[in-house]
T-cell receptor, first 111, second 113 residues
């Protein structure tokens, strides 16, 4: 069963706009990670937020984590056409070193 | 050169054939993983290995087997391929002691006819 579920499944925005994606998970976690996948390629790690953190920034990325609601959001500011990709959240359930991936959000940034 | 490589990149085979997908890494990581991805879906874990003598089943190990020949090499085998194993397969690595940030290979696109 899926540990993480992203919402929305697909998102289409204009270049320059902000994109927000949400992730919900089921079990307790030590951290939550976001990955990007360009079409048909391997995933690339974007950012990790620990369970004791509420917000984290990396360049144009802002991630929040609400452990009480078991949810996270990824905000990409001032989007670019090159941000077009699928975005996945991933969590290690409990203290596991495995990662369970959500089904992803497909982001299209129109020039 | 890529840190995590997979061979072959594309493979078309027939039902019942034995197939091996290979993964090599130069990152020096102890942990290696095999995932499959179906169209429009996330990744599902097939097998994982935390060191050469450690092999563990993931969510969907039925119909697959693995071999960890060395720290740097982790192979996935389909003993008798079937059409519903048509998918994109990814190898990944992570470092011991780290927070399990994973590094992915480019993927193998497998089609079983």
């Amino acid at each position: 069963s899926q540990q993480g579920e992203e919402d929305p499944q697909a998102l289409s925005i204009q270049e320059g706009e902000n994109a927000t994606m949400n992730c919900s998970y089921k079990t307790s976690i030590n951290n939550l990670q976001w990955y990007r996948q360009n079409s048909g390629r391997g995933l690339v790690h974007l950012i990790l937020i620990r369970s004791n953190e509420r917000e984290k920034h990396s360049g144009r990325l802002r991630v929040t984590l609400d452990t009480s609601k078991k949810s996270s959001s990824l905000l990409i500011t001032a989007s670019r056409a090159a941000d077009t990709a699928s975005y996945f959240c991933a969590t290690p359930p409990g203290s596991s070193y495995k990662l369970i991936f959500g089904s992803g959000t497909r982001l299209l940034v129109r020039p | 050169d890529a840190d995590v490589t997979q061979t072959p990149r594309n493979r078309i085979t027939k039902t019942g054939k034995r197939i091996m997908l290979e993964c090599s890494q130069t990152k020096g990581h102890d942990r290696m993983y095999w995932y499959r991805q179906d169209p429009g879906l996330g990744l599902r874990l097939i097998y994982y290995s935390f060191d050469v003598k450690d092999i563990n089943k993931g969510e969907i190990s039925d119909g697959y087997s693995v071999s960890r020949q060395a720290q740097a090499k982790f192979s996935l085998s389909l003993e008798s391929a079937i059409p519903n194993q048509t998918a994109l397969y990814f190898c990944a690595t992570s470092d011991r002691g780290a927070e399990n940030e994973q590094f992915f290979g480019p993927g193998t696109r497998l089609t079983v006819l």
